[in-house]
């Protein structure tokens, strides 16, 4: 073989590759919930609950996402989805995906559906919240940074919404974006119609213990109902919850439950690879107390960093609670390193933030932490 032949040869085999992508998923779920109401308050408003299935199935191929299966009660529907959940009630939507998912393309849609088959055509509250991601650029364009999700919710509501960010931001951190119609007329602000009380439990840990996370995976439990009494996910949520749950192939978990005859649920979703693990917890469930829900949950999964969230309105005994708990104190076995306190447009909101303690740290435990300034 001559020398040029040699040197092409010595090229092509050395020629630069593209490189290999190492497997990732985010975790972090963008998180949506929409309550709406009828401008015409002479008139009989229809139920979110009426839009046909076909039609949901519909907006959630806009967020790239689909139904996996669904339970329903007299008050809420809970369909669990390929990434994460989805519940609709009379007059409220959540909808949590995870994942590189689209799910604010889906909010015209939803705004549609309201309109057309419950006559709802005005949207009375709305939250948008997630942590940061990991890997942002793996993202949708929308969803890659939070000045753009708020540019893009701002075209919906006149922007007249209000944005913050809570937290660090050399460390962990947590978006908020809220809409609230002013001079309401829903049911709960009416004269005569007592509010009722509303608070909502959201807890996102991340570097989730090692030997918790071999427990959602196809090589530890056959599927969601065995995963579910074997993890311990059945000790996280109030007994007699009606529960429907998946375990993914080859690994990863989501749950969805709700107390019957009413529209509280519970909702659980873990992405246990060791690299990226994740998972979350969130409940609007007033039959435990919210500061020992959080125990139990953090108990069953032993993470290594929290972000905890408690929204309350201003009739919720126990979502005040729970916000006055993880305001006055610690969480045994971690170190509060950021709590803040947000009055919102028609609630309030705690926020804190917990690391795991080293093991030489031994003086915290004993007394289960009174607040440190």
């Known amino acids: 073989m001559s020398i040029v032949a040699q040197s092409v040869q010595t090229a092509e085999n050395l020629a630069i590759q593209p490189p290999i992508e190492e497997y990732f998923f985010e975790g972090a779920e963008k998180l949506l919930e929409i309550w709406f109401s009828s401008s015409k308050s002479n008139e009989i408003s229809g139920s979110l609950r009426n839009i046909p299935r076909n039609e949901i199935d519909l907006m959630l191929d806009v967020a790239r996402c689909k139904i996996l299966h669904s339970k329903h009660n007299e008050a809420i529907d809970s369909y669990v989805l390929s990434e994460s959940s989805l519940f609709i009630s009379d ?14 393309a889906a909010l015209p849609h939803i705004i549609q559906l309201a309109l057309k088959f419950a006559q709802l055509d005005q949207i ?3 939250y948008y919240s997630r942590k940061n991601f990991l890997r942002p650029d793996l993202q949708p364009n929308l969803h890659r940074n939070f000045d753009a999700e708020v540019e893009y919710l701002d075209q919906f509501f006149d922007g007249q919404g209000h944005a913050y960010c809570l937290g660090s931001l ?8 809220t809409f609230h119609r002013q001079n309401s007329t829903s049911g709960g602000d009416k004269i005569g119609v007592k509010k009722p009380a509303d608070h909502t439990l959201e807890i996102l840990m991340s570097d989730l213990d090692e030997e918790v996370l071999h427990k959602f995976t196809k090589d530890f439990a056959v599927d969601g109902r065995d995963c579910f009494l074997r993890a311990g996910i059945d000790k996280c949520i109030p ?11 080859p690994c990863g978990y989501s749950m969805n439950a709700y107390m019957n005859e009413t529209d509280q649920y519970a909702t659980i979703h873990v992405t246990p690879e060791k690299e990226f693990s994740f998972a979350s917890f969130e409940t609007n469930q007033d039959l435990v107390c919210l500061y020992a829900q959080t125990r139990k949950v953090l108990q069953c999964f032993r993470p290594g960093k ?13 979502g005040k609670d729970a916000q006055q708990q993880l305001w006055d104190r610690e969480l045994p076995g971690y170190r509060r390193t950021n709590v803040q306190f947000v009055r919102l447009e028609t609630e309030t909101l705690v926020y804190a933030h917990f690391i795991k303690k080293s093991t030489n740290d031994v003086s915290s435990d004993e007394d289960d932490g009174e607040r440190s300034d």
């Open 124 to 126: 009375e509250s709305v």
């Open 239 to 249: 007994a007699g919850a009606d529960v429907h749950d998946e375990l993914f192939d």
């Open 306 to 318: 929290i972000l905890l969230t408690v929204f309350a309105n201003d009739v919720s005994a126990k």
């Open 91 to 104: 007059n409220r939507v959540i909808l949590k995906t995870c994942g590189s998912t689209r799910l604010l």
């Open 170 to 177: 050399k460390q962990d951190r947590w978006y908020l974006y």
